[in-house]
Nanobody, 124 residues
Framework: QVQLVESGGGSVQPGGSLTLSCAAS????????MGWFRQPPGKEREFVAA????????VYADSVKGRFTISRDNAKNTGYLQMNSLKPEDTAVYYC?????????????????WGQGTQVTVSS
């Protein structure tokens, strides 16, 4: 069992940066893959980025590639999403998720545990 708590959301102007954190409880955190998803207002939840259990492999949605960086610190049981060059279309509730199999998967249904979400608003 893993519990996930996101933090670091907020309001920022276009072009700005934010770093989201995802604190995990449980002793097997370093065996789980971690993903970030987002849900814009009135839309379905969509994949943003994922990292495998060791942090050695990552995958990104095309819409964030080159602007966002996913990482993890297994010693701290924490995952991160560094977001740079933010755009208004990045506005959404951001969720972190954990996958039992440790592989950096990209669909909602493949993740076993979810956080409660944190709001990110990009607006001038």
């Amino acid at each position: 069992q893993v519990q996930l708590v996101e933090s670091g959301g907020g309001s920022v102007q276009p072009g700005g940066s934010l770093t989201l954190s995802c604190a995990a409880s449980g002793r097997r955190f370093n065996s789980y893959a971690m993903g970030w998803f987002r849900q814009p207002p009135g839309k379905e939840r969509e994949f943003v980025a994922a990292v495998n259990w060791s942090g050695g492999r990552t995958v990104y949605a095309d819409s964030v590639k080159g602007r966002f960086t996913i990482s993890r610190d297994n010693a701290k049981n924490t995952g991160y999403l560094q977001m740079n060059s933010l755009k208004p279309e990045d506005t959404a509730v951001y969720y972190c998720a954990a996958d039992n199999f440790g592989v950096e998967v990209t669909t909602v249904s493949e993740y076993d545990y979810w956080g409660q979400g944190t709001q990110v608003t990009v607006s001038s």
